[in-house]
C-alpha cells in the first residue's frame, strides 16, 4: 500500500510543479527576484491546489530554497549582515500577522480564494513597476553622474524597518515582494549597493521573512506535501546552481522578460479573480487578454523606454545600456555621466 502511494504522487502534476520550481529556483538565484512572484501564478495556473495551499506550499518551499541561495551569496561575502538585520527586524512580525489578518476579514473559502488572487494579482503588477522603477531611478544617477559605489553605507534603521514591515505584510499575504519591492527601496535608501550586494542582501532577509509567513499560513491552511514536496526537489538545486551563475551571466535579458511574464500573471489572475475592469470572472481568463497585454509589453515598452531617454537627454538607444543600468558601476558611475554629455 506504501509503495502504490509512492507511484500515485509520480503524476504529470508532480513533474510539471518539480520542473516549474527548478526553473523558478534558477531564476532566483540569478537575480534575487522572481520566487513568489513567479511561483504563485504558475502553481494556480497548474491548477495544482486551491490559491491559499499553493500560497502555503511556496513560502515553505521559498524558506528552503532561498536558504540555499543565501548560503551561497554569504560565502561569496555578498550580503550587507547589519542591513538584513533591519529589515528582518520588521519584516518577520508583519509577516506572521499578515495572513491572519486575511483570515480574519474572509468568511468563506470562495472569498478567501478571490481575495487572495486579487492581492497577489496587484503585487504582481507592483513588482513589475518596481523594476522599471529600478532602471528609471538608475538612467537618472548616470545621467547625471552622481553614482557613487558604496557596499558598506551607514545604516538607516527605521526606514529600513519601515521597508521590512511593508514587505513582511505583503509576503505574508501573497507570497510575493521579498525579491522586488523590497530590492527597489533597498536601491531607493541605499543606492551605492551594487547588483551583487543588494541580491545577496535580499536573499538573506528572506530567509526569515518567508519562514515567518510560511508558519503562519501553515498554521491557518495547513500543509499539501503532494505540493511542497516536488516543489523543494526542484527549486533547490535550481537555486544553488543559479546562484552560482550570478556573477558571469548578464541578467538584463533575464529581468526583462520576468518584467512581461509578470505583467501578464498579474492580469491574468485579476481577470481570473472577476475584477470589475476586466470582467471575466469564476475562475476563468480571457486568454486574448493575456496575449494582448503581453505583446503590447514587447512592442510599447522599448519605445517608451526610448522616449524616457529623450526626456533626460540621451538618444532613444545606446549607452548607457540596460546592463549598464542594472549595475551602474559598469556605466563608469559619474565618468559615464560625463560621456553621456558629450554626447548631446
Known amino acids: 500500500m506504501e509503495a502504490l502511494t509512492v507511484v500515485d504522487w509520480l503524476t504529470w502534476s508532480f513533474f510539471s510543479v518539480m520542473i516549474a520550481g527548478f526553473v523558478v529556483g534558477v531564476v532566483v538565484g540569478l537575480?534575487?527576484?522572481?520566487?513568489?512572484?513567479?511561483m504563485t501564478p504558475a502553481l494556480i495556473f497548474l491548477g495544482v491546489g486551491d490559491t491559499a495551499t499553493v500560497v502555503t506550499a511556496d513560502l515553505t518551499a521559498a524558506a528552503v530554497y532561498k536558504t540555499g541561495g543565501a548560503i551561497v551569496h554569504k560565502r561569496e561575502g555578498s550580503p550587507n549582515m547589519q542591513?538584513?538585520?533591519?529589515?528582518?527586524?520588521?519584516?518577520?512580525?508583519?509577516?506572521?500577522?499578515?495572513?491572519y489578518l486575511v483570515d480574519f476579514f474572509t468568511?468563506?473559502?470562495?472569498?478567501?480564494?478571490?481575495?487572495?488572487?486579487l492581492a497577489?494579482?496587484?503585487?504582481?503588477?507592483?513588482?513589475a513597476a518596481t523594476y522599471a522603477a529600478r532602471l528609471y531611478i538608475n538612467l537618472l544617477r548616470v545621467r547625471r553622474g552622481t553614482h557613487v559605489e558604496d557596499d558598506?553605507?551607514?545604516?538607516?534603521p527605521l526606514p529600513t524597518?519601515?521597508?521590512?514591515?511593508?514587505?513582511?505584510l505583503l509576503v505574508g499575504v501573497t507570497s510575493v515582494g521579498s525579491g522586488s519591492v523590497i530590492m527597489i527601496s533597498l536601491l531607493m535608501l541605499y543606492p551605492g549597493l551594487s547588483a551583487v550586494k543588494l541580491v545577496g542582501t535580499d536573499l538573506v532577509q528572506a530567509v526569515p521573512l518567508v519562514m515567518a509567513a510560511a508558519i503562519a499560513n501553515i498554521a491557518i491552511h495547513g500543509i499539501d506535501w503532494g505540493i511542497l514536496i516536488p516543489l523543494v526537489l526542484g527549486s533547490v538545486p535550481g537555486t544553488i546552481w543559479g546562484s552560482k551563475l550570478a556573477p558571469k551571466v548578464r541578467q538584463s535579458f533575464i529581468r526583462r522578460a520576468i518584467v512581461v511574464v509578470l505583467t501578464m500573471s498579474?492580469?491574468?489572475?485579476?481577470?481570473?479573480?472577476?475584477?470589475?475592469?476586466l470582467g471575466a470572472g469564476e475562475d476563468e481568463t480571457s486568454p486574448m487578454l493575456v496575449v494582448a497585454v503581453g505583446v503590447a509589453m514587447i512592442v510599447l515598452v522599448p519605445l517608451v523606454w526610448g522616449v524616457i531617454r529623450r526626456t533626460v537627454g540621451l538618444p532613444m538607444y545606446g549607452a548607457p545600456t540596460v546592463e549598464d543600468l542594472e549595475d551602474p558601476q559598469r556605466a563608469g558611475g559619474p565618468r559615464a555621466g560625463r560621456t553621456a554629455r558629450g554626447r548631446r
Do not use: N, Y
Open 266 to 277: 498579474g492580469v491574468a489572475l485579476l481577470d481570473k479573480a472577476g475584477w470589475a475592469p
Open 31 to 38: 537575480t534575487g527576484m522572481g520566487g513568489g512572484a513567479l
Open 120 to 127: 497577489i494579482g496587484f503585487a504582481l503588477l507592483l513588482a
Open 152 to 156: 558598506d553605507p551607514t545604516i538607516r
Open 83 to 99: 542591513l538584513a538585520k533591519w529589515l528582518i527586524l520588521g519584516s518577520v512580525p508583519t509577516a506572521l500577522l499578515g495572513p
Open 161 to 168: 524597518l519601515l521597508v521590512g514591515m511593508a514587505g513582511g
Open 107 to 117: 468568511d468563506s473559502p470562495e472569498q478567501l480564494d478571490k481575495v487572495l488572487k
